[in-house]
T-cell receptor, first 115, second 115 residues
Framework: ETGVTQSPTHLIKTRGQQVTLRCSSQSGHNTVSWYQQALGQGPQFIFQYYREEENGRGNFPPRFSGLQFPNYSSELNVNALELDDSALYLC??????????????FGPGTRLTVL | AQSVAQPEDQVNVAEGNPLTVKCTYSVSGNPYLFWYVQYPNRGLQFLLKYITGDNLVKGSYGFEAEFNKSQTSFHLKKPSALVSDSALYFCAVRDPDNYGQNFVFGPGTRLSVLP
């Protein structure tokens, strides 16, 4: 059984650019959630995908968008990058939809730096 | 809306002593509660969860937590701390009646176990 993997590990972009982060969910999991963790803070929920449909979204603007593929892997896209987007982006997978009591399994994260 | 508070930014404890990391929550219905640990440059690792039933739940690495509904608390405990327990600890809540809302994490508590 493989765990949650994310790529790339680190990324440096400049303001205004676009970025795509990738996540492979743990085997058997059909739900992927994305979180933003700024330095010194707890993870903040961005959105969740369940069986390829977005079924929950946090307080993030539309320039944050995502996809989930038939194999349940996922992408997070951020357009028009801002300096405040610099953070650790975490992907988590689980089984079941957003009201499930199943715990989420997190990947190691992608460290995004916006200059 | 659900929320989580971790009133202590930092907890220091001597190796071998008992430790407690505090968490209080706010949710409209009956909560699902979770504890995660984060080591430097790593994703979050699941420790334990409370869904229903016995108020004392046991988890990984000798950790346990006690759910107290009247005090809306879910404090993490360990009878004897190890230096290797030093890390960042996050409490999280999920409201099963609030479809589309995901985990809400607290700001984190940094635990330092001193040899």
């Amino acid at each position: 059984e493989t765990g949650v993997t994310q790529s790339p590990t680190h990324l440096i972009k400049t303001r205004g650019q676009q970025v795509t982060l990738r996540c492979s969910s743990q085997s058997g999991h059909n739900t992927v959630s994305w979180y933003q963790q700024a330095l010194g803070q707890g993870p903040q929920f961005i959105f969740q995908y369940y069986r390829e449909e977005e079924n929950g979204r946090g307080n993030f603007p539309p320039r944050f968008s995502g996809l989930q593929f038939p194999n349940y892997s996922s992408e997070l896209n951020v357009n028009a990058l801002e300096l405040d987007d610099s953070a650790l982006y975490l992907c988590a997978s689980s089984s079941g939809h957003s009201t499930s009591y199943n715990e989420q399994f997190f990947g190691p994260g992608t460290r995004l730096t916006v200059l | 809306a659900q929320s989580v508070a971790q009133p202590e930014d930092q907890v220091n404890v001597a190796e071998g002593n008992p430790l407690t990391v505090k968490c209080t929550y706010s949710v409209s219905g009956n909560p699902y509660l979770f504890w995660y640990v984060q080591y430097p440059n790593r994703g979050l690792q699941f420790l334990l969860k409370y869904i229903t039933g016995d108020n004392l739940v046991k988890g990984s690495y000798g950790f346990e937590a006690e759910f107290n509904k009247s005090q809306t608390s879910f404090h993490l405990k360990k009878p004897s701390a190890l230096v290797s327990d030093s890390a960042l600890y996050f409490c999280a809540v999920r409201d099963p009646d609030n479809y589309g809302q995901n985990f809400v994490f607290g700001p984190g508590t940094r635990l330092s176990v001193l040899p």
